[in-house]
């Protein structure tokens, strides 16, 4: 019995947390699943709509790429992301600004080549003309 009632209030308490979020909140959550599929599709119209013309998108290894380098990368297959999986996703809005950081797991395809990644991700978005774009990214390897 004890068991069933802390799996209740478990149930309970994330239901909370996930209707806590804001309407900004929210909308950049939708903001980051948009970045997502962008990112595994490779779509140059999807990519280059969700980044910010100034972006910063810094990888694990260190190396940092702007906004064109960033979007043919993935355009090119360079850098292809077969499937992404995204945990412990973590929302702040402050005013114009929103900071996301998660966990993400990924298979890869890079030039052809299958691999898999581990990172947290600490990404930086701007509200621009009422939508939601990424400014700047930052990986770390796990």
Not at 2 to 8: C, G, H, P
Not at 85 to 114: C, F, M, W
Not at 118 to 137: E, F, S
Request: net charge positive.
């Amino acid at each position: 019995m004890r068991k069933i009632l802390t799996l209740l209030s478990l149930c309970l308490f994330l239901q909370l947390a996930v209707v806590a979020q804001t309407k900004e909140e929210n909308q950049v959550a939708a903001a980051v699943e948009q970045l997502k599929q962008a990112l595994i599709s490779g779509d140059r119209q999807a990519l280059e709509s969700i980044v910010a013309e100034g972006l910063s998108y810094g990888h694990s290894s260190g190396k940092v790429e702007d906004k064109a380098t960033f979007v043919e990368t993935l355009v090119t297959g360079k850098s292809d992301f077969v499937t992404i999986d995204l945990e412990n996703q973590i929302v702040q809005v402050s005013g114009n600004t929103a900071l996301v950081r998660h966990n993400l797991t990924a298979t890869t395809n890079d030039s052809g080549k299958p691999g898999s990644v581990k990172l947290g991700v600490l990404l930086v978005w701007q509200k621009q003309n009422g939508k939601w774009k990424l400014l700047a990214r930052q990986a770390y390897k796990i």
